[in-house]
């Protein structure tokens, strides 16, 4: 998974990581993938794409916190997920 991370178009499969990921572990990689994106190259890319991404993130946000047992096992990763999505609006 480390060397997936280092791919420069990595960030691309995050979605699919973040909806099939089987373990927490992964699926905070793939939001690590995406902070880096958010940090270093974010205005580069085109504003549809941050759209979607974006309302990707929102949206998986509120499908983790909605249900309980999620939430409570999942905490971790709902934090992580909370970050980006600041790193999101403040890199606007």
Known sequence: M???RLLPDSWRSCD???NKGQTVYTKIIALGILEDLVKAKWLLLPE???LGIRNF???LLIKNVTNEESFQ???NFINKLNYVIVLVIINK
């Open 57 to 59: 993130l929102v949206d």
């Open 48 to 50: 549809d794409q941050r």
């Open 16 to 18: 699919i990581i973040l």
């Open 2 to 4: 480390n060397e997936f």
């Open 73 to 75: 096992h999942q905490n």
